[in-house]
């Protein structure tokens, strides 16, 4: 993608995990990674390359290329159990924060609420009745992803002041 040739190697392989990132930190925010949660994130952004504007789609093949091996990479992530996970995980995803700037900003927007979206249909692969109550408490505390910042655009009267 033509807009991140301005970030570094660890700003673009940051971008390309941000979705296995999510997927472990939602699907083992309690502890256990849900075999159905997994294959539903990864369905989930497979539709993703097809089912978004032109450059979300391209992202989303782009992370596809090495989805799976990412994924397994970060459930290896921490031994150190799930609440260590957590946190790095969180702390790592955090790192887009300084990313978002870097990017065009109406991409950045578009990104920022597809992961918040990909974190949802993550935590709703498991359990419950047709996705309801299948969120666990631990899910929920994440399922916002609360260690990233709004991306909001300016309005042009905002620029102007």
Do not use: C
């Amino acid at each position: 993608m033509e807009q991140f040739n301005k970030l570094s190697a660890e700003e673009t392989d940051l971008l390309k995990e941000a979705i296995p990132i999510i997927t472990v930190l939602i699907a083992g925010a309690d502890g256990n990674i849900d075999p159905k949660e997994e294959a539903w994130a990864k369905k989930v952004a497979n539709i993703r390359t097809y089912n978004n504007p032109d450059e979300l789609n391209e992202y989303y093949k782009w992370v596809g290329e090495s989805y799976e091996v990412d994924v397994h990479k970060h459930m290896k992530f921490s031994t150190e159990g799930t609440e260590a996970r957590t946190k790095e995980l969180s702390d790592k995803l955090a790192g887009l924060n300084d990313i978002f700037p870097k990017l065009d900003p109406e991409f950045a927007k578009e990104l920022y609420e597809s992961l918040k979206t990909f974190a949802n249909h993550v935590a709703r692969a498991s359990g419950g009745i047709l996705g309801y109550g299948s969120i666990s408490n631990a899910e929920k505390a994440l399922i916002d992803l609360p260690m990233l910042n709004e991306v909001i655009i300016p309005d042009d009267e905002d620029v102007k002041e």
